[in-house]
């Protein structure tokens, strides 16, 4: 399955790209796109052994959990477990003989959910030969927002910010300062013409169970949170010092717009701003789609979810998450992106390492990350290697990457794709059944049809995931194929005529949501045929123990009836056979024998009649 659409889109790219072969005759890792390093792999791959010396330095600048952590999340883990301390870690309040356990559990919150002005954002200005990053805090986000150097035609702003309240500060703080893009009607809604989808993505398990555990553990904590508070927002300056209306004075309002909080001048709590980084799973609800601050989902269950995908041996350390992703775009030459994912889109042979990757290091990680990969692709090339250098183009762009992920494309297919390991776990469901009914094992039924049904529903939400993107591409095709028409209509050439047009990336996209919707369907319906033949196997299998156990059943009470005949004699002649003599000396006979003993058979067998007659007529009202 998998070789076939990566024929079918080798031969998509080889079709979209005759009319531009001559231009591609040095490639680089970063100016490749997903379309073409299928048809110009060797180029990429020789590269991808240059960059190791590159991610050794890069995972230096990023330290990872330290051992005293990990105690410190441990011992809050066997408390826990035990009835008398599941209640809140710290419901008391702060004394002197506490403040080490709360300094202790303020680094461990601080570790997981960095104070929302700590948080590092990546703005990528990008001129007509060059694209250069660099980074900054979220705290000073809003300088960036209003001006840029006149020979950068777009400025890329990216923030790793889940939805919630500061993240719509932030977005209608950078809307405000500048003119509305073009509007994608079809792809955005009624009054919000903008760009989001969401995204399919793998991070750690530990990692992921890490998060839901120190939150779940820590936010009823009041001393605890009320010191979080107080650094939470420590860095964000207040209208006084910035050119007008800053982020403190829009979230105060927010806050209480929101109903988060009462008080006026009141921000969210370290918690409320903070639960948007924990990524959804596939299990949570996917009944509607996710636009208000107030509308994310939130961690409700202490444990994560035990998939089915852990079963393969590839994919036994990751977790598949979902995150969404929104681009808001002006028509000064502006974007903003904002997603709280931090987990790895491209699969190749060294998946298991960059999910171990510490902290925010994926955003550097352009391998790994669609992000990464983006800011890094037109580091030498800026916007010559745009079909048209707008703002809009750089939006179509970032939504087919990202959205088209995760795949197995960039390393030359040196992994197993999604589909291919769930193929490959419902392989091995249908071995265990075999092995099952061939050795007979009472035991293993329950376990596989467990296993069976966990499976069939991430596959059904895969599914209607799969068609979710796939009418975000169809939108995305009719949005951009309005905005060519239009540039055409008035005269506006496209700046290279050679590169990858908003359409055909679009189109490319929307290809590889069809194929991939339907090799999910295809799998969705191999797992429900699956359990209907183990369904019908176990029935047979029941049915057969049940004809057994019938036949046991006829044979004792024939066993039964005969010792009813016998056990009489049995008695009289053991009971006359002894030798005493006040019997030997009686005037009895042996027709008086023969009386006794055929007075008690009749006796049985009508009492035995009448027994069986009653629970035939019982048998017979229940029918």
């Known amino acids: 399955m998998a070789i076939e659409a990566l024929d079918l889109v080798k031969n998509e790219c080889a079709a979209t790209r005759d009319s531009r072969a001559s231009s591609h005759t040095l490639f680089s890792v970063e100016n490749v796109d997903t379309q073409d390093v299928l048809t110009n792999f060797a180029p990429v791959a020789a590269q991808y052994f240059q960059k190791e010396e590159e991610r050794k330095l890069r995972l230096s600048k990023h330290l990872p959990m330290t051992a005293d952590l990990r105690q410190i999340l441990d011992r809050l883990k066997s408390r826990q477990k035990k009835p008398s301390t599941a209640r809140a870690v710290l419901p008391w309040p702060i004394g002197k003989s506490e403040r080490h356990n709360i300094d202790e559990l303020k680094r461990l919150a601080k570790f997981h959910f ?55 500060t932030i977005e209608d703080l950078f809307l405000h300062k500048g003119l509305p893009g073009r509007p994608f009607e079809n792809l955005g809604r009624s009054g919000w013409p903008y760009a989001q989808i969401e995204v399919l993505n793998f991070c750690d398990r530990h990692h992921f169970q890490n998060l839901r555990d120190v939150y779940h ?32 004075d829009d979230l105060e309002w927010r806050t209480t717009h929101l109903g988060l909080k009462e008080d006026w001048k009141s921000l969210p709590d370290y918690w409320t701003a903070c639960t948007s980084d924990i990524p ?8 509607a ?4 601050p107030l509308d994310g989902l939130h961690p409700t269950l202490w444990q994560s979810d035990k998939q089915a995908l852990h079963k393969h041996n590839f994919f036994g350390s990751a977790q598949v998450v979902r995150d969404p992703f929104r681009c808001f775009h002006r028509g000064d030459g502006f974007l903003l992106t904002l997603s709280p994912m931090r987990g790895v889109n491209y699969l190749d042979r060294n998946f298991k390492r960059h999910l171990e990757e510490p902290g925010n290091a994926i955003f550097d990680n352009d391998v790994a990350s669609a992000i990464a ?3 890094r692709q037109f580091e030498d090339t800026g916007t010559q ?17 990202i959205g088209t992920t995760p795949h197995i494309w960039r390393q030359g297919c040196n992994a197993p794709s999604l589909e291919g390991a769930y193929q490959a776990v419902l392989q091995q469901f249908k071995r265990r059944r075999d092995e099952h009914f061939n050795k007979k094992d009472r035991d293993e039924p329950a376990g596989l049809i467990k296993d069976m049904l966990v499976c069939k529903d991430e596959l059904r939400r895969m599914t209607i995931m799969c068609k979710r993107q796939e009418r975000v591409f169809e939108k995305l095709n009719s949005d951009v194929g309005k905005f060519e028409t239009e540039d055409l209509e008035q005269g506006k050439q496209a700046d290279h005529e050679l590169e990858a047009s908003a359409p055909e990336k679009a189109q490319f996209a929307l290809g590889r949501a069809q194929r991939q919707t339907e090799a999910f369907e295809l ?17 047979i299998q029941q049915r057969q123990s049940g004809m057994i156990t019938d036949g046991q059943s006829r044979s004792l009470v024939l066993m039964t009836l005969v010792q009813l005949v016998f056990i009489p004699f049995v008695a009289l002649c053991g009971y006359w056979g002894m030798n005493m003599s006040d019997i030997r000396q009686t005037s009895m006979d042996q027709r008086d024998f023969w009386r006794i003993c055929a007075s008690v058979v009749l006796a049985v067998g009508f ?11 019982e048998d017979g009202s229940d029918e």
Not at 280 to 287: M, P, R, Y
Not at 385 to 401: D, G, N
Request: some cysteine; proline content about 5%; charged content about 25%.
């Open 385 to 401: 290697k745009w079909h048209r250098a707008t703002v809009e183009w750089l939006v179509v762009h970032l939504l087919t990457e």
């Open 289 to 292: 789609p996710v636009y208000g």
């Open 607 to 617: 009492a035995a009649k009448r027994a069986s007659e009653t629970r035939a007529s």
């Open 523 to 539: 799998l969705f319906q191999d797992i429900c045929m699956s359990l209907d033949e183990v369904y019908d196997l176990r029935s």
């Open 373 to 375: 990969f983006v800011r």
């Open 280 to 287: 959804w799973q596939i299990s949570e609800s996917l009944s």
């Open 217 to 248: 553990f820590l936010h009823d904590s009041p001393a605890l949170t009320e010191e979080l508070n107080q650094e939470c927002w420590m860095g964000f300056e207040p209208k006084w010092k910035t050119d007008g209306k800053g982020v403190i």
């Open 114 to 168: 960095p104070c929302r002005s700590e948080i590092m954002t990546f703005i990528t200005d990008f001129k007509e030969s060059s694209a250069h990053t660099w980074k900054c805090r979220l705290s000073e986000i809003t300088k960036h927002m209003s001006t840029k150097p006149n020979d950068v035609q777009v400025r890329w702003i990216h923030a790793p910010l889940g939805l919630g309240p500061l993240h719509s």
